[in-house]
């Protein structure tokens, strides 16, 4: 299928706190257009300040889609995101030729651009043994259990990251093959161009916008947030940074304090992962969220 150049698709990838909200609001303005969601926590409508939902002012400014869109009980993985903005990209063609694309989640800006591989459907039973181990045993566990039963993923794959870790452990539970088996690299071609812009910042600045980003959501009321959330947090959507910390502090087994210095912390790492999973895509042309002038000229575009 070959790329239609009056449909374009203007991707906004970096890591979180880097500014990339506001650049895309920026450009869909510029643009007239609307932006589509690429982050797997903003889309569920249970989950607002810890995971640093736009405010109720920015998403007035421009529509946004894959926010408050799904219920945490659902199940929404990568394949999920790329059926639901395929369908909303063709969807804004019909009045749009530009449409903005922002987020941090790289799989699932790299599913909509490339496609994914297709992995079997996994046993929700296994799913939730493997979540409950990682809840009593920790990271050093998951880590064994894949070094025992997928050697391809714990020397290729991503061994600090608990979620990746937990979907290679259920997968080859499930299907006795590593998750990197079914990975053929091929990508799909699209119908419509993609213009990638990538965000960044100095460390020091980066990390000085995590630490003020996380005070502030304690400030607007995170903890009475994830209180009202204790009920679901065996759920996958739940096994994330902002929630997992307050759910122990709440267990009474750090203090508030530290569950606070905790989330930075691991924020900071979040953060660190992301850019290497974004650095690794030679098609982003990178930026300095302020220079909104260098990027339209990037892009290369007339308004919509």
Known sequence: MEKNPDKIVIVIAGPTAVGKTSLAIELAKHFQTEIISADSRQCFKELNIGVARPSVEELQQVPHHFINSH?????????TFEQ??????????????VVVMVGGTGLYIKAFTD????IPPINPAVRME???????????WLQQQLQQKDPLYSEKGEMQNPQ?????????????????????GEK?????????????LPKEELHRNIHTRVDNMMKAGLQEEVKGLLSFR????????GYAE?????????????????IKTATRQYAKRQMTWFKKDKELQWFSPVQINEIIEAIGLSRS
């Open 71 to 79: 219920s945490i009980q659902e199940e929404v993985t990568a394949i």
């Open 84 to 97: 639901y903005a395929l369908q909303k990209a063709t969807a804004l063609f019909k009045y749009h030729q």
């Open 115 to 118: 496609g994914l591989d297709l």
């Open 130 to 140: 493997v979540i409950q181990s990682f809840e009593q045993h920790g990271v050093s």
């Open 164 to 184: 990746r870790m937990m979907r290679a452990l259920e997968v080859v539970e499930s299907t006795g093959q590593s998750v990197l088996s079914f990975r053929k």
């Open 188 to 200: 799909v071609k699209r119908d419509f161009s993609i213009i990638k812009i990538g965000v960044e």
């Open 234 to 241: 065996k759920l996958n959507a739940l096994q994330t940074v």
């Open 246 to 262: 307050l759910f122990d502090w709440l267990d009474g087994n750090i203090s508030l304090e530290k569950a606070m210095e905790q």
